[in-house]
């Protein structure tokens, strides 16, 4: 009895001392992409529309214009707290819903990312 209270103790200590996820295990944010320049990859200027990106990269931070323009932004995910600042991708939409242009730049601390 007292070896199998012992071996129980044992393993869920074990249990306990596991330790946290990785942030890249964790599911992306709201305009977040593991890779800029992957993502952008994925793309295809004047062909691409709305519903392409969305379902190739999911949700975006978005900038509505009044003349039916759309900006796009996805930030690259940091791989650690201390890590330099990540790259985003911008991506313009036309009123048709049309990808445009896109951009890849990367962000400087001034920014706050």
């Known amino acids: 009895m007292k070896a199998i209270l012992a071996a129980t103790a044992l393993l869920a200590g074990c249990a ?13 944010g709201l305009g977040e992409v593991l890779s800029a320049p992957t993502a952008e ?3 295809t200027l004047g062909t ?3 519903a ?3 379902a190739a990269l999911g949700e ?14 996805y930030r690259e ?15 313009l939409f036309e009123p048709s819903g049309i990808l445009t242009k896109a951009r890849v730049r990367q962000a400087t601390r001034a920014q706050g990312v």
């Open 16 to 28: 306990l001392l596991q330790p946290p996820p990785k942030p890249a295990d964790a599911p992306l």
């Open 41 to 43: 990859n994925a793309l």
């Open 48 to 50: 691409s529309t709305k």
């Open 52 to 54: 392409d990106v969305r």
């Open 60 to 73: 975006a931070v978005v900038v509505d214009f009044a003349s039916g323009y759309e900006v796009w932004v």
């Open 77 to 91: 995910r940091r791989q650690e707290k201390s890590a330099a600042p990540s790259a985003e991708l911008v991506l």
